[in-house]
């Protein structure tokens, strides 16, 4: 160790003088490959084969972040390829003479053979070594992350190289992308960068100097108040950033690196004016980074944990400046956190409660010190918590706040559906778990038919917001209705939910012969049936745009096809019980309560009441057979009736009010599915009502998790043994029922097993069953494909010399690529992989970049256009979707459990709309071309892994025309495009 400090003494002395060795003439060199690309990936079991552009990069990431094991051929290749390294070193072998392909790799073979492998190994020879020695790879990988001037002092700092293979590969290949080393002097992020004097080349000892006068920005003086070491000796500083707390310090620069600037200044702090405490709480946070201990260096050094400190960062709401945005009182969030109960006075909880507001440190104390789950729900209530009562945290709502936040962790769906229809005031979310928990308290049948009343009604209120039927403020009156639904002693019902059915909601849509019907339309809706309808062409044939009329036809047929209670059925059957309550009850009026009930028998299906023990939720009894108890009811009625005894008939009230409860717990879930079970003649219709195996969790182990999953998102249950059903709320059946959203319109193809894990397939269906082809316009349609051709447009100009010669234009084009890749925030080895194309496969530069970034490049602003987006439910902890910019999809990658790489890759939702300007059509069909286009995508794709975001890009954007017609063929069969019958176009 003291020898290897003086070698790297004396070469710290001599980077102070302009001195340039041969070895650093350039931050990279192309090598040969004997074989070529191809051959050393398949031998590695690499498919599809990595561009050469970034072949290092991507061969490196594959091989060496999976356990020893996993690839038994991979192993087996690169033991081989050792033990032939090592018979190089020692005998004069043979030179492979095999046909070989240029690769970049970085820094240079001399250097390579000096700091590295001590021996002289050939430019022939490179790749080979790197790649069959594990901390040469690693090292290869972080190398090629750095930026060109950074990579340039590694290269006249030979013994920095050699320490770090022996001592920090791993963490250096895991975490180097946000160093930055400028005239000999580390470049922070976030921190203002050198100055003009410094950039000329004042010598380190001078820049010391003026620092210590005062002139050090707030970030320099941040790191080197918890790194023992001066940013101004760049080699001291990057060891012991890398060999400190085993490498964790490395991994928060790089985290801070990858943030936003205004979560960067969040996380370091530069929103708080006193400057010593800012950097108390800075020595906090590198401190407690040590809480996510989940990552496992050694082992997978690119896996990321879930839910580790970059998605903590990622979630924080802030200004500008890095100001955390209200609700971000530490007083309150601690309560919040404090317990999953209902507090009764919480106003009183809040007196004295801290109002410092929350900062990067106590965000790593209080999440990442917990379990994975647990850290996730607090996210997830942080993150609502910002997004729904930013306006409300400083008023006297705050005691509603906290109800409401604390409440999210039982009754999420709950809160998730206010949001989502609208609903801004804390009272109303504080009045709905309050009235949850009552019904929570309840067991066995009971507790099920009161979930299945309460929840399905706000399902079906749902769906009518989500189609455009009801406005929030309609919908939020309807919701303080049934919140305030009377009850009996016992926790039921008694036909109230019935009666706000046919009295309150019947009231606030349109009228139909049924109730059921009217609900239906509602749920489908706006329709086009009138007079005037747009017209729509199509191979020659008119066709008109009917969205609500599609899905009504839908409803319907998914509704026949269920045989499930109608709606009226349970309505007429609570309505008699009811009746029977009469103060006077006529002998007259009980006979035209036998007649009515008599006609609901046979409304009844005959399956219904005999469903097998099998169809019955874990915990409950199976319900009683309606059908018969109807029966025997009027049995009754009638011989009280022809006894003439009004005053006997009169006691079947309770019972036919009861059963009114049992039927419409069945027909208002059953409703519900039909929301979201897809294709009418999909197989999930194929055996019974599922609604029917609905689980609410009641047969759960502990209170706890009875308490929690009648509110949890809906997931399908695939226990062996059990029949398929969905465990969860009834609220967000279209997050549990996701996959039946796509259609499969090709069966003759034979599939090979997919690619893409199963958590990242659900995150694409996810995506298709959150578009709403209402909130899809022609303008943003023609918005994409206008700003797509655009980029397209500046990234082709890229690969075409201008006129004044190659030579001469080289600075300008440099420039111009610069500020290209600025825009997209392109990471330092993307840049490279870019501009080696452009030198030397420029007729692909086109691939290198996604939809998504030739939309930012031609002016598109993603924020305008989420309507396109992917799902954000893991990443954002919302039921929406969005268009991730670029710069953020890096912090996205190494979390295969999550799916999180299919929240970037919007590719394919893009190319539908640009294709649909192409062929004329409106923007509202693009959701059930994405039902067959995305299942296609999903069994075809083949990436390398989770993390290969550019295959999925590449794959998305050559889905051909003649596929895409083949989708709108499906609209016009069972779509939302209907024959024109002659109706008048609107112009």
């Not at 046909?99 to 080979?128: C, G, I």
């Not at 949001?419 to 005031?425: K, L, M, Q, T, Y």
């Not at 009996?488 to 019902?493: A, K, L, P, S, V």
Request: glycine share 6%; with cysteine; aromatic share 6%.
């Amino acid at each position: 160790m003291r020898s290897w400090l003086l070698r790297l003494s004396f070469s710290t002395i001599v980077a102070v003088f302009p001195l340039r060795p041969a070895a650093a003439a350039g931050v990279t060199e192309d090598v040969p490959l004997p074989g070529g690309t191809a051959a050393l990936a398949r031998a590695l079991g690499i498919d599809p084969v990595p561009d050469r552009s970034r072949f290092m990069f991507e061969i490196t990431r594959l091989l060496y972040n999976t356990p020893e094991g996993r690839r038994p051929s991979a192993d087996a290749f690169l033991q081989a390829l050792r033990q032939s390294v090592a018979r190089a070193r020692r005998l004069d072998v043979p030179v492979d003479t095999r046909p070989a392909e240029l690769v970049p790799v970085p820094l240079n073979a001399e250097l390579w053979s000096s700091a590295v492998f001590h021996r002289k190994v050939a430019p022939r020879e490179l790749v080979p070594a790197i790649v069959a020695d594990r901390s040469a790879a690693l090292l290869c990988l972080g190398l090629a992350a750095l930026d060109d001037r950074t990579l340039e002092y590694f290269a006249d700092h030979p013994l920095l190289i050699e320490r770090i293979y022996e001592r920090s590969a791993p963490a250096f290949g895991a975490f180097s992308s946000s160093l930055r080393i400028q005239d000999n002097r580390v470049v922070p992020p976030g921190a203002r960068a050198p100055s003009r004097g410094e950039s000329l080349g004042v010598a380190p000892r001078k820049v010391e100097e003026r620092q210590a006068q005062g002139d050090r920005d707030e970030v320099t003086a941040l790191w080197e108040a918890v790194i023992p070491e001066k940013m101004t000796r760049p080699e001291r500083f990057v060891l012991q950033l890398l060999e400190l707390n085993e490498g964790r310090f490395f991994y928060l620069y790089d985290v801070i690196g990858q943030l936003d600037p205004p979560r960067r200044a969040f996380a370091l702090g530069l929103w708080m004016t006193n400057a010593v405490a800012r950097t108390e709480r800075f020595k906090a946070l590198t401190a407690g980074v040590g809480v996510f201990r989940e990552s496992q260096l050694r082992t997978l050094p690119l896996g990321r944990a879930s839910y580790d400190l970059s998605m903590t960062l990622m979630r924080i709401e802030v200004g500008p400046d890095g100001t955390p945005l209200p609700p971000a009182s530490r007083g309150l969030w601690s309560r919040v956190f404090g317990g999953a109960d209902l507090p009764d006075d919480p106003v009183r909880q809040l007196r004295n409660a801290e109002d410092d507001p929350i900062d990067a440190a106590w965000l790593i104390d209080t999440i990442g010190s917990v379990e994975v789950r647990l850290r996730a729900e607090r996210l997830d209530q942080l993150s609502f918590g910002q997004r729904v009562f930013a306006g409300a945290a400083e008023t006297s709502e705050r005691g509603d706040v906290l109800v409401a936040l604390r409440a999210f962790s039982r009754y999420r769906m709950l809160l998730w559906t206010f949001e989502r229809i609208g609903i801004r005031a804390p009272a109303a979310y504080a009045t709905a778990a309050r009235r949850a928990a009552r019904i929570g308290a309840l067991e066995g049948r009971r507790g099920f038919e009161a979930q299945a009343q309460f929840q399905g009604a706000l399902a079906l209120l749902t769906r009518m917001a989500g189609v455009g039927t009801l406005d929030a403020p309609r919908a939020q009156k309807l919701i303080e209705r049934l919140m305030a639904l009377p009850t009996t002693e016992d926790g039921r019902f008694a036909g109230a939910v019935a009666r706000w059915l046919r009295d309150d909601l019947a009231a606030a849509i349109a009228s139909a012969p049924t109730t059921e019907a009217a609900v239906l339309a509602a749920m489908s809706g706006p329709a086009s049936d009138g007079a005037i309808a747009r017209p729509v062409t199509w191979e020659g044939q008119g066709y008109r745009l009917d969205l609500g009329a599609a899905e009504r036809r839908r409803l319907q047929r998914v509704r026949e096809k269920q045989e499930g209670v109608p709606l009226d059925a349970a309505l007429d059957v609570a309505a008699a019980g009811r009746a029977l309550r009469a103060e006077k009850l006529a002998l007259d009026d009980a006979e035209s309560i036998v007649a009515r009930l008599s006609a609901v028998v046979t409304d009844i299906p005959r399956r219904v009441g005999h469903d097998g023990e099998d169809s019955t939720p874990t915990g409950l009894t199976p319900a009683p057979n309606a059908a018969d108890a109807l029966r025997k009811a009027i049995d009754e009625l009638s011989r009280d009736i022809r006894n003439k005894d009004v005053k006997k008939a009169a006691r079947m009230a309770e019972a036919l009010i009861e059963l009114g409860d049992t039927l419409l717990a069945e027909a208002l879930p059953s409703i519900a599915y039909a929301a979201d079970v897809g294709d009418p003649d999909g197989a999930v219709l194929l055996a019974d009502d599922v609604s029917r195996r609905h689980d609410f969790g009641f047969g759960g182990r502990d209170a706890e998790t009875r308490a929690r999953l009648p509110w949890a998102v809906p997931r399908a249950d695939v226990t062996p043994g059990v029949p398929w059903h969905i465990t969860g709320s009834l609220l967000g059946l279209d997050l549990g029922l996701a996959p039946l959203a796509l259609r499969r319109l090709n069966y003759e193809r034979v599939l090979e097993a997919p690619k893409l894990t199963s958590n990242e397939r659900d995150a694409f269906a996810l995506s298709v069953s959150l578009m709403s082809p209402f909130a899809l316009h022609d303008a943003d349609r023609d918005a994409i494909a206008d700003a797509f051709e655009r980029g397209r447009r500046r990234v082709a100009a890229l690969a075409t010399p201008s006129d004044r010669g190659r030579a001469a234009s080289r600075p300008n084009d440099d420039a111009a690529f610069d500020r290209l890749a600025d825009e997209l925030s392109m990471e330092a080895w993307r840049r490279r992989a870019v501009r080696w194309t452009l030198a030397h496969e420029a007729n692909r530069i086109e691939s290198m970049f996604s939809s998504v970034e030739m939309l930012v490049l031609g002016g598109g602003k993603t924020a305008d256009l989420d309507a396109w987006g992917m799902a954000m439910v893991t990443l954002q902890g919302c039921i929406c979707s969005r268009l991730t910019p670029p710069g953020r999809w890096p912090n996205l990658l190494g979390r295969p459990q999550l799916g999180l790489t299919a929240s970037a890759v919007a590719d394919l939702n893009l190319h539908v709309a640009i294709m649909l300007k192409e062929l004329h059509l409106p923007a509202a069909l693009a959701k059930v071309v994405l039902s067959g286009a995305m299942q296609d995508f999903i069994d075809e794709v083949r990436p390398t892994d989770d993390a290969d975001w550019l295959t999925l890009s590449r794959a998305a954007r050559v889905i051909s025309r003649d596929r895409i017609e083949d989708y709108i063929a499906a609209a016009t069969a069972a779509g939302p495009l209907i024959p024109d019958a002659g109706l008048r176009h609107q112009d």
